[in-house]
């Protein structure tokens, strides 16, 4: 699926054990002769998935900008996205919303607890620009920095970015209050050619799979996954400018932006100069499917880490509508390479949720991760395990977790849910987080319902 060349390397044995029954589970081993015959006929992306109901007459342009969702970055076109739409005037409107209010403890000596809620809020507005084109202004916003205390919350093993000037450790960041803020522009130039220029001051560049919070996967997970440094980080960044060109089941994309991470002061939008890359390679081999491939070049992403880094990812998306929702699943992985450390770290995840008799949810994720900044902070340990250890300790997270819709509110989806998280850790780092770490969070899940 992916060029010849660029091969990402195997997972562990015991890894793909545990992984293929959940792939396997979440039907992704599924034909596509059970997929729309028209399918192949059309780009995957060119025919909206979400109701059109009573809107503003749209063009093939207007429907391709409407089916982004981070950025440039696409779910499979099948994905029932849970989306209001409403025409004001002339233009095309969209509103997505999801909050968890959460509380999750976490065991052993480094583990902690805390009631917290993740949250966002998406709106795009679509214009149509002559025959063949169209204009969309897009705004995403957080409530994050005010409903998560103390710059984070606990996530074992979680590593990435600062908190009072030191690095995070075993917690997860609270986003932006502007997590995107970004203007497009497509041009259709024939049935199976359309042209994308994206601009953002807060945005999200061609670079991973779609972003955890807006994945199709990941929808019934509250935290983060622990390798989301390694995958899909840069969503939010800064003076973001991407081209991209998709032709029939294909796009092409190639971004500038600032290659730093977001500061702690999560209320405004920082700036810097466009000093990184990245290019990336969608293929929809049909409605249900998407894949990508991405590589990038980011300049001093962490403030407290010298060096750059090279980003390389692969992943691939399925997603099937069924009553009551849709199951989704997806496959990730993604590279870190360090100028600084010279080191290669790998990070692998599969994560999948099913919809049971329209109100339940099963949702699963697992993840290998290699982590080098675990005792980030502490120089002294830091040098002790390096010397007799090595620098580097691969993680695995295991998380399920069930929701239960409650059908409280008209326009709301209202859900209550809880989930498990095991982790495999080396012996040498088990004096410090215990010899079986757990992590476990009770939620509650409100998501803007679409009508």
């Given at each position: 699926m ?5 091969v990402?390397?195997a ?8 992984v ?8 992704l ?46 779910n499979?076109?099948?994905w029932?996205?849970p989306?209001l ?14 909050a ?5 403890q976490?065991s052993?000596?480094r583990g ?10 998406m ?11 169209a ?18 919350y606990?996530?074992?093993f ?10 995070i ?25 359309t ?8 945005g ?55 290659g ?31 894949a ?11 403030m407290l ?9 692969a ?10 929702g ?11 390479h ?44 830091e ?10 300790f ?37 004096p ?19 009508r």
């Amino acid at each position: 699926m992916f060029p010849n060349q660029l091969v990402c390397p195997a997972a562990p044995v015991r890894f793909l054990q545990s992984v293929l029954p959940l792939l396997l589970c979440a039907g992704l081993g599924a034909t596509l002769s059970a997929q729309d015959p028209t399918a192949a006929q059309q780009p995957a992306h060119q025919d909206m998935s979400m109701p059109a109901m009573n809107m503003v007459q749209m063009n093939a342009a207007s429907m391709f900008l409407m089916d982004s969702m981070s950025g440039t970055a696409l779910n499979p076109a099948a994905w029932p996205a849970p989306m209001l739409m409403r025409p004001v005037g002339t233009w095309n409107t969209m509103y997505m919303a999801q909050a968890f209010l959460d509380d999750t403890q976490q065991s052993g000596p480094r583990g902690g607890d805390k009631f917290y809620s993740s949250n966002w809020f998406m709106g795009a507005a679509e214009h149509r620009l002559g025959t063949n084109g169209a204009f969309e202004v897009q705004l995403m916003l957080s409530l994050e920095p005010a409903t998560i205390t103390d710059r984070h919350y606990p996530l074992l093993f979680q590593t990435g970015e600062t908190a009072f000037g030191k690095p995070i450790v075993d917690g997860q960041h609270p986003h932006d209050f502007i997590m995107a803020l970004g203007f497009q522009y497509a041009l259709s130039l024939n049935e199976n050619t359309t042209l994308q220029l994206y601009v953002a001051p807060v945005g999200d560049p061609a670079l991973g799979p779609i972003a955890y919070p807006h994945r199709a996967s990941a929808m019934e997970l509250p935290q983060a996954p622990i390798a989301h440094h390694w995958e899909d980080s840069t969503h939010i960044a800064n003076d973001v400018v991407t081209a991209a060109l998709a032709y029939r089941n294909f796009k092409l994309e190639a971004s500038g932006f600032h290659g730093a991470e977001p500061d702690e002061f999560r209320w405004d939008i920082d700036s810097g100069p466009i000093n990184s890359w990245s290019t990336r390679l969608w293929y929809f081999p049909g409605r249900n499917w998407a894949a990508q491939f991405s590589i990038g070049h980011l300049t001093h992403p962490e403030m407290l880490e010298p060096g750059d880094q090279t980003r390389t990812t692969a992943s691939i998306e399925y997603s099937r509508p069924t009553p009551g929702g849709s199951w989704s699943s997806s496959f990730i992985w993604g590279r870190n390479h360090s100028t600084y450390t010279k080191r290669n770290l790998n990070a692998y995840t599969v994560e999948s949720v099913l919809p049971v008799r329209r109100r339940n949810f099963i949702t699963g994720r697992m993840e290998l991760v290699d982590k080098d900044e675990l005792f980030a902070g502490q120089p002294g340990l830091e040098q002790f395990l390096d010397t007799f250890y090595g620098s580097t300790f691969r993680i695995g997270a295991y998380t399920i977790g069930y929701t239960r819709d409650l059908g409280l509110f008209r326009y709301i989806e209202t859900g209550l849910g809880a989930n498990i998280e095991t982790y495999s850790l080396p012996a040498s780092i088990k004096p410090y987080y215990g010899q079986h770490p757990i992590g476990g969070n009770i939620f509650f899940r409100f998501r803007l319902a679409g009508r």
